[in-house]
């Protein structure tokens, strides 16, 4: 493995959090390949691929694009005061790698803080991130998100984990 | 204060409810004691039980309860206490305890209709008064359970009306639900979708009436969905997520038209003429099914029938379609847990269940971005019904005097009425019980 790659992937991820976490929300839908998803099962790491249970959210392009247009919309209720959002990754671990095709898989346990006015969760799960190399870039074909307790009653999470 | 039978009343006026009905940890303390013990409340789905031994635990009202599927296939409700110290017998939500159920703290054995087995050092009992009181009787089973095709309600009290008069012709929103299969059976499936909102339940609840909110409440997320749709031709076909989320933003006059219909004991059906479900795909290999199933003029009936939300109060909103429930499960005065549970509908193609799931998905998940605005705002009405200076809830939207006493009536969509009669029926079974 060269490690100016995996240093490269590792990178993308840590820059990935870093969009989300300062609300740059139309760098970080650039990120995503055309049919890329993102998506968070409600079973978290125990569901598989294809199963029929369903998930707090499973979106594509569309649906990303429109959750942040909404949250520009001055109308968005729930947006006052604004949410703020706080990643902080444990070291990306590369787990498949296939430099030819330009296909790699990374694995990112993480906690997630999300505050509004004097209202504070955190949530912990893991990432794993497929991600592509076209034309020299690296794009996102689908983040999955593993909440420890995705199946909990959750309140409100109103950003990306 | 110390609330009363004729205080209850005076707390809903014909046309507006006192704010203490949403704020009051006392009420609250009333509600689980007196309004939950007198009426009927959904505890879950016989599908999700299907073997003897599965159970499934459910707390309603502060009560731990489980249910139970039986040797004979019967379903029984159990209070999730050991008679003997009060251990919880079942530790998850679901599963199968096998034969019997065994408490882990002593071992104490149950057979699956609660009632004793064996406990160990059984001489050490005897010449005592073990058997012969509660702790000897085994599990407490409830007295007041029904199955309706495959729904099962409990009450928790001997107060109040019986099953079917307290539901009444309100059942036939089951019936629609169900008829939506061709051979008349629904599987819950696909989990759970769980929220905790930090309000009081009769808010959540008296939203699922509400056809005014959605033009200015939802207004961000139907602009952002109209803007990505815009320039699609009329008749392009939508995805199945636009399909879902661009009716939301429907004007007045569409919710208006749509129509409802109260029934005795705070049920409801809105949306009896059409609703923002109107409009999905057709599907044709399943309405021939149907047709072929229920005959014509039931399988027109049943498809047609396509309402918002019908209110199987105070626990229960059912979408006809797509096929999905929504379960309001009170937990304090200023918080509640909402359910969003999926169906499987028998005999009908995987598209069905793909809408249940989406929806349910777009729109009751904690991530949901139609549901963000709704939850904010009713957090924010939790804390600012604590402002002095007025002390009601205002539901003057069309009354009438003579509306009072009506049993069933039909009414306009955007008319308060079906809120009214959520309240009304709340003052009801609240002072059923309670001391003049």
Known sequence: MDVNIERELQDFIVHEAHLIDTRQLDDWLALFAEHARYWIPLHGAAQTEGDAVNSLADEDRLLLALRIERLKNPRAHSQRPPSRCQHVLQTPQLLRSDEAAGRFELLTPFLYVEAQGERQQMLAGTARHRLLRRDGRLQIEQKRVDLLNAGEALPAIQLFP | ?436
């Open chain 2, 1 to 436: 204060m110390s609330y009363r039978r004729q205080d209850i009343q005076r707390l809903v006026q014909h046309d507006r409810v006192h704010r203490d009905l949403y704020i009051s940890p006392e009420l609250f303390a009333l509600e689980q004691r007196h309004f939950f013990a007198n009426t009927w409340s959904y505890l879950g789905h016989t599908s999700q039980v299907p073997q003897a031994g599965d159970y499934l635990a459910v707390d309603i009202a502060g009560r731990p309860l489980m249910m139970v599927r039986q040797p004979d296939g019967g379903i029984r409700v159990l209070q999730n206490r050991c008679p003997h110290k009060g251990s919880p017998l079942v530790g998850e939500a679901c599963g199968n305890v096998g034969k019997f159920i065994r408490c882990p703290y002593h071992a104490w054995t149950f057979k699956l209709d609660g009632a004793p087995l064996a406990v160990p050092l059984k001489a050490a009992y005897e010449g005592t008064a073990l058997k012969d009181c509660e702790s000897g009787q085994g599990m407490v089973a409830l007295k007041h359970v029904a199955v309706y095709r495959d729904f099962v309600f409990v009450k928790l009290g001997d107060a109040g009306p019986g099953f079917e008069a307290y539901f009444g012709e309100a059942l036939r929103s089951i019936d629609f639900l169900v008829d939506r299969s061709p051979v008349g059976r629904l599987r819950i499936e696909g989990g759970v979708l769980r929220n905790i909102i930090h309000c009081n339940w009769k808010m959540y609840l008296e939203n699922i009436n509400d056809t005014v909110h959605p033009l200015s409440t939802h207004e961000s997320a139907t602009a952002a969905a109209g803007a990505l749709w815009q320039g699609q031709p009329a008749d392009a076909p939508k995805p199945m997520a636009m399909e879902q989320i661009l009716p939301f933003g429907s004007g007045f006059d569409f919710f208006d038209r749509m129509g409802g219909r109260v029934y005795p004991n705070g049920h409801s059906v809105l949306g009896v003429n059409f609703s923002i479900h109107s409009g999905y795909a057709q599907v044709p290999e399943y309405e021939a099914a149907m047709r072929a199933a229920h005959g014509e003029q039931r399988a027109t009936e049943v498809l047609q029938h396509s309402p918002q939300n019908a209110v199987c109060f105070p626990s229960l909103s059912v979408k006809g379609s797509p096929q999905a429930i929504r379960v309001i499960r009170p937990l304090a005065a200023d918080k509640m847990m909402l359910e969003a549970w999926s169906f499987r509908v028998e005999g009908a193609p995987e598209v069905l269940f793909e809408r249940s799931m989406m929806y349910n998905r777009l729109v009751f998940s904690p991530m949901s971005v139609v549901a963000h605005d709704d939850v904010h705002l009713f957090e924010g009405m939790q804390r600012a019904l604590h402002a002095d200076g007025n002390d009601w809830i205002s539901l003057h939207r069309n009354f009438r005097p003579d509306e009072l006493g009506q049993g069933t009536a039909d009414c306009n969509g955007t008319n308060e009425l079906l809120m009214r009669n959520q309240f009304r029926a709340w003052a009801q079974f609240m002072s059923l019980t309670m001391e003049d």
